[in-house]
């Protein structure tokens, strides 16, 4: 359990935080850095850059609605201490990995109490893996089927392309000899293959690819889809089958009533 020290400097610690957001800063740059995963990088601070003079300055990590603090009270913190190093020009990161992706934020206060501002979203490249597809092994004939991709670890998020029996399908189907009796919509952002309606030119084995301009595309498992036709003999035969139960279950009761069956029980 921390101590009063511990909390007095927590408290201390927000309150210098509160006193920074209070001051309207002048950002003066923003950009986006990309870097290979494992690799160094240095992260500039184009705040400290601007002027000259007496300064303080604070690095701040902003991924969604969490913000860390990176370099403050003139340290690195705890959670970066053994692979950042600091300069007033940049912090420098021994390696990064995926985790690291986001948006690194530079603070400068200036002796004159003007708060200087600027930002580097990071993006940590890493390759796609091997994605997983979801194919419908059979749909019928006039139906929709939807088909699948999904890939989590490459950064940035990969596009996805589809094929059927080894072929590229074209984002326009109607622009393809291969493909133009075939009407489907391909996400290329999602991974979501679309055909409706399906018919008998949809049969085939599909896999999806994944890449990012980082290593190598990746590819999925094939799977087989059958577009098959609507059952008519097993319709016609489910319904010849209802009827003669219902023609038995009628003549069922007219023997009863015609023997006397429902009669005697009343009395």
Same mark, same amino acid.
């Given at each position: 359990?921390?101590?009063?020290?511990?909390?007095?400097?927590?408290?201390?610690?927000?309150?210098?935080?509160?006193?920074?957001?209070?001051?309207?800063?002048?950002?003066?740059?923003?950009?986006?850095?990309?870097?290979?995963?494992?690799?160094?990088?240095?992260?500039?601070?184009?705040?400290?850059?601007?002027?000259?003079?007496?300064?303080?300055?604070?690095?701040?990590?902003?991924?969604?609605?969490?913000?860390?603090?990176?370099?403050?009270?003139?340290?690195?913190?705890?959670?970066?201490?053994?692979?950042?190093?600091?300069?007033?020009?940049?912090?420098?990161?021994?390696?990064?990995?995926?985790?690291?992706?986001?948006?690194?934020?530079?603070?400068?206060?200036?002796?004159?109490?003007?708060?200087?501002?600027? &930002? @580097? /979203?990071?993006?940590?490249? +890493?390759?796609?893996?091997?994605?997983?597809?979801? !194919?419908?092994?059979? %749909?019928?004939? *006039?139906?929709?089927?939807?088909?699948?991709?999904?890939?989590?670890?490459?950064?940035?998020?990969?596009?996805?392309?589809?094929?059927?029996?080894?072929?590229?399908?074209?984002?326009?189907?109607?622009?393809?000899?291969?493909?133009?009796?075939?009407?489907?919509?391909?996400?290329?952002?999602?991974?979501?293959?679309?055909?409706?309606?399906?018919?008998?030119?949809?049969?085939?084995?599909?896999?999806?690819?994944?890449?990012?301009?980082?290593?190598?595309?990746?590819?999925?498992?094939?799977?087989?889809?059958?577009?098959? &036709? @609507? /059952?008519?003999?097993?319709? +016609?035969?489910?319904?010849?089958?209802?009827?003669? !139960?219902?023609?038995? %279950?009628?003549? *069922?009761?007219?023997?009863?009533?015609?023997?006397?069956?429902?009669?005697?029980?009343?009395?």
């Amino acid at each position: 359990m921390a101590g009063p020290g511990a909390w007095g400097r927590i408290h201390l610690l927000l309150l210098s935080v509160s006193a920074w957001s209070l001051i309207s800063a002048q950002v003066v740059d923003t950009q986006t850095i990309q870097v290979p995963e494992n690799d160094p990088i240095e992260i500039p601070c184009a705040a400290y850059a601007s002027q000259s003079g007496t300064a303080r300055v604070e690095w701040k990590f902003e991924k969604g609605s969490s913000i860390v603090l990176i370099y403050y009270d003139a340290k690195v913190t705890d959670p970066y201490k053994d692979r950042v190093t600091y300069t007033p020009t940049g912090i420098r990161f021994s390696s990064v990995t995926r985790k690291d992706t986001g948006k690194y934020i530079c603070e400068v206060l200036w002796g004159t109490g003007q708060l200087s501002k600027s &930002e @580097v /979203n990071l993006i940590v490249q +890493v390759p796609p893996s091997k994605p997983v597809a979801k !194919v419908p092994t059979s %749909v019928t004939i *006039g139906n929709k089927a939807v088909l699948t991709c999904t890939e989590t670890d490459g950064s940035p998020p990969p596009t996805f392309q589809w094929y059927r029996d080894n072929i590229l399908m074209p984002s326009n189907p109607k622009t393809s000899e291969k493909f133009r009796n075939s009407s489907y919509t391909i996400d290329t952002k999602t991974g979501v293959l679309t055909i409706e309606p399906v018919t008998s030119f949809d049969t085939g084995d599909y896999f999806c690819e994944a890449q990012n301009n980082v290593g190598t595309a990746q590819k999925s498992e094939a799977i087989h889809l059958e577009a098959t &036709e @609507v /059952n008519v003999g097993g319709i +016609v035969a489910a319904v010849v089958v209802l009827l003669i !139960v219902l023609a038995l %279950v009628a003549f *069922g009761i007219w023997f009863a009533y015609s023997r006397g069956f429902f009669s005697k029980r009343r009395e």
